[in-house]
Every structure is written in structure tokens, then in C-alpha cells.
């Protein structure tokens, strides 16, 4: 199992939406994915428990910090949801180092059940932010083309916290950042002049989706992406032509997320194997 947390400081950035979507399409790619929402918002969980298309835990996610958790339901999709219960864990420092620790436990025991654990943060940068990321093999950081946010770049990275480099030189070596992925897109000026300093000051840290000059992974602002996630719908299945075309746009910068965490796709002859039995 590869984990992938979606992580930015910064909030509002489409972390939430870019979670839930990539979720539904690893599914849909016949992928096992268990969710993991660290945000007490819930605005990850909340659409993917709608959408009945996921398994519940039958727990929520501070437990798999404050507790030994090794086993889920068997299920090729499975969510845990998020609790108000992790506004908590950021007050108990001496509990710190043991909740990185189940928690990374946690996803030890899960390797062979799932193909992929997708964890949305929250965006203040708290011991939440700092246990998925001291387990997590992939980090994907959403970003808004305004300058708040490019100027955010920065800390994304050095931050003394949760900085990338910082997590990478002292937690977990094997991070690895897939990179920045501008959302909420438009097709201003104003957007296209920030995206190309982003592309001058930023570009290996940028997702290549083709050999175009500017062909980098990203996600254009399409009102049926908030009202899938508003409603928990599946974008890709909502009727309306709006949607089916925001989920073509936005198919080929899914698609090379989901290679890169998962692979090339390929069809599991057993999905959802008893994860009672082998825990
Ligand atoms: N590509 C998009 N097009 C249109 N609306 C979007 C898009 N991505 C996200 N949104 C909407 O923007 C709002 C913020 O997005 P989201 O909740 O994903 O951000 P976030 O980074 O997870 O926020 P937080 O930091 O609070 O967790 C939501 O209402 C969401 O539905
Ligand atoms: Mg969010």
C-alpha cells in the first residue's frame, strides 16, 4: 500500500476536493483505497460517505493516532471519518511521538489490504499534519494561483513543522513530494501571469501530464467539482454536460496521480481479501 497525503498550510486550497476526487477514481480504476479524513471538518469523509460507495470503519481517525488500530472492515473501500475528538491531540504533547507511532503502525498493518490510504490534513500544521506525514510515502500539495498562496510555496517546504524537506531530513526520509497542483484555475490574466511565474520559479515541482510546454497537472474551478463534493456525488456519474466535461478536464491530471501512487492500473482478481483473518 502507498500512502498519499494531501497537505497545504494554506486552507480553502482544493486539498479536500482533489482527496475526494482522486479517491472515486483509483476506485473506479479497480484500485482498493482506504480514506482517512484528519480534518475534523470532515470535508473529505463527509462526500465519500455520501456517495455510498465506501465501507465505514466503524471508528473515527483520532483513534488510529491514540490507539493500536489493525484492523478494518474487509472492503475494497473503506473510510475512516474524522472526529472533533482530533482538536485534542495537538494539546497532549507528550503523547506526540506515540500517536506518529500508531499511526504508522496503523498503515504497516494495512499494506496488504489496500492499494492506496489517501489522507486528507487539515490546515493548521499540528501533530496531525506531522504523523501522516512522518508515515506517508507521498505528499501532494494543492495550491491557489494568487500570490498569498505561491508565496506559501516556501513554507511548504521549509516550514519548521511540516515542512517537506524538514519531515524528509528528520521523520521519513522516504517522502516524496509529487509536487504542486494549482486548483481552482481560471482563465484570467491575472491567473495565467501567476501560473507562469509559478512555472519559471517552480517548474521541477510542477506534475507533468504531457511534453507541451504547458502541460503540468492541474484542476480548472468548475462549479460541478464543489457540487459534487457539496453533494457527494460521483463527478464523472452527475447527469448534467457541466460535469461530465469538468471530469474529462480534469481526467489526464487524475490519471497521472493515480500512476504515480498506484502504478499502471491492473485488475485485482480478489479484491477486498479478509483483513480480519490475516490482522
Ligand atoms: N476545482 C474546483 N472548482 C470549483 N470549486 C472547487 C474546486 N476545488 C474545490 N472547490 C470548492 O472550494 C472550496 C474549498 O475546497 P476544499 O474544501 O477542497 O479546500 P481545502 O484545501 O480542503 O480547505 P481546508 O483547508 O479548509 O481543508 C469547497 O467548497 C470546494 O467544493
Ligand atoms: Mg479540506
Same mark, same amino acid.
Request: net charge positive.
Given at each position: 500500500?502507498?500512502?498519499?497525503?494531501?497537505?497545504n498550510?494554506?486552507?480553502?486550497?482544493g486539498?479536500?476536493?482533489? *482527496?475526494?476526487?482522486?479517491?472515486?477514481?483509483? @476506485?473506479? $480504476?479497480?484500485?482498493?483505497?482506504?480514506?482517512?479524513d484528519? &480534518?475534523?471538518?470532515?470535508n473529505?469523509?463527509?462526500?465519500i460517505q455520501?456517495?455510498?460507495? *465506501?465501507?465505514?470503519?466503524?471508528l473515527?481517525?483520532?483513534r488510529?493516532?491514540?490507539? *493500536?488500530?489493525?484492523?478494518? %472492515?474487509s472492503?475494497?473501500?473503506v473510510?475512516? %471519518?474524522s472526529?472533533?475528538?482530533l482538536?485534542?491531540l495537538e494539546?497532549?504533547?507528550?503523547?506526540?511521538?506515540?500517536?506518529?507511532r500508531?499511526?504508522?503502525?496503523f498503515?504497516?498493518?494495512? &499494506?496488504?489490504?489496500? &492499494?492506496?490510504?489517501?489522507?486528507?490534513?487539515? %490546515?493548521?500544521?499540528?501533530?496531525?499534519?506531522?504523523? *501522516? #506525514?512522518?508515515?506517508?510515502?507521498?505528499v501532494?500539495?494543492?495550491?491557489?494561483?494568487?500570490? +498569498?498562496?505561491? +508565496?506559501?510555496?516556501?513554507g511548504?517546504?521549509n516550514?519548521?513543522?511540516?515542512?517537506?524537506r524538514?519531515i524528509?531530513?528528520? #521523520?521519513n526520509?522516504?517522502?516524496?513530494?509529487?509536487? #504542486?497542483?494549482?486548483?481552482?484555475?481560471e482563465?484570467?490574466p491575472?491567473?495565467?501571469?501567476?501560473?507562469?511565474?509559478i @512555472?519559471?520559479?517552480? $517548474?521541477?515541482?510542477?506534475?507533468?501530464?504531457? &511534453?507541451?510546454p504547458g502541460?503540468?497537472?492541474?484542476?480548472?474551478r468548475?462549479?460541478?467539482?464543489?457540487?459534487?463534493q457539496?453533494?457527494?456525488?460521483?463527478?464523472?456519474?452527475?447527469?448534467?454536460?457541466?460535469?461530465?466535461e469538468a471530469?474529462?478536464?480534469? +481526467?489526464?491530471?487524475?490519471?497521472e496521480?493515480?500512476r504515480?501512487?498506484?502504478?499502471?492500473?491492473?485488475? $485485482?482478481?480478489?479484491p477486498?481479501v479478509? $483483513?480480519e483473518?490475516?490482522a
Amino acid at each position: 500500500m502507498k500512502t498519499l497525503v494531501l497537505a497545504n498550510q494554506k486552507g480553502g486550497v482544493g486539498k479536500s476536493a482533489v *482527496a475526494t476526487l482522486l479517491a472515486h477514481h483509483l @476506485v473506479q $480504476h479497480g484500485r482498493r483505497v482506504l480514506a482517512v479524513d484528519l &480534518d475534523h471538518q470532515g470535508n473529505f469523509g463527509s462526500p465519500i460517505q455520501r456517495s455510498n460507495r *465506501a465501507t465505514a470503519a466503524g471508528l473515527t481517525s483520532d483513534r488510529l493516532l491514540t490507539e *493500536a488500530v489493525s484492523v478494518m %472492515p474487509s472492503a475494497a473501500f473503506v473510510l475512516v %471519518p474524522s472526529d472533533r475528538g482530533l482538536l485534542m491531540l495537538e494539546r497532549q504533547p507528550t503523547m506526540h511521538t506515540p500517536f506518529a507511532r500508531n499511526l504508522r503502525s496503523f498503515l504497516a498493518a494495512m &499494506d496488504a489490504h489496500f &492499494d492506496v490510504c489517501v489522507i486528507d490534513t487539515n %490546515p493548521n500544521p499540528d501533530i496531525r499534519v506531522i504523523a *501522516a #506525514l512522518a508515515s506517508a510515502d507521498f505528499v501532494l500539495s494543492p495550491i491557489q494561483l494568487n500570490q +498569498e498562496a505561491m +508565496e506559501g510555496v516556501h513554507g511548504l517546504l521549509n516550514h519548521d513543522r511540516v515542512g517537506v524537506r524538514k519531515i524528509k531530513a528528520v #521523520l521519513n526520509p522516504k517522502l516524496q513530494l509529487i509536487g #504542486l497542483l494549482p486548483t481552482m484555475v481560471e482563465p484570467t490574466p491575472f491567473q495565467k501571469a501567476n501560473f507562469l511565474q509559478i @512555472v519559471q520559479r517552480y $517548474h521541477p515541482l510542477l506534475i507533468r501530464i504531457g &511534453d507541451g510546454p504547458g502541460d503540468f497537472a492541474s484542476m480548472p474551478r468548475r462549479s460541478a467539482i464543489a457540487e459534487a463534493q457539496a453533494h457527494g456525488q460521483v463527478l464523472w456519474e452527475m447527469k448534467k454536460t457541466a460535469a461530465r466535461e469538468a471530469a474529462k478536464e480534469i +481526467e489526464p491530471t487524475l490519471r497521472e496521480l493515480a500512476r504515480i501512487v498506484a502504478g499502471q492500473p491492473q485488475v $485485482h482478481a480478489q479484491p477486498g481479501v479478509s $483483513h480480519e483473518s490475516a490482522a
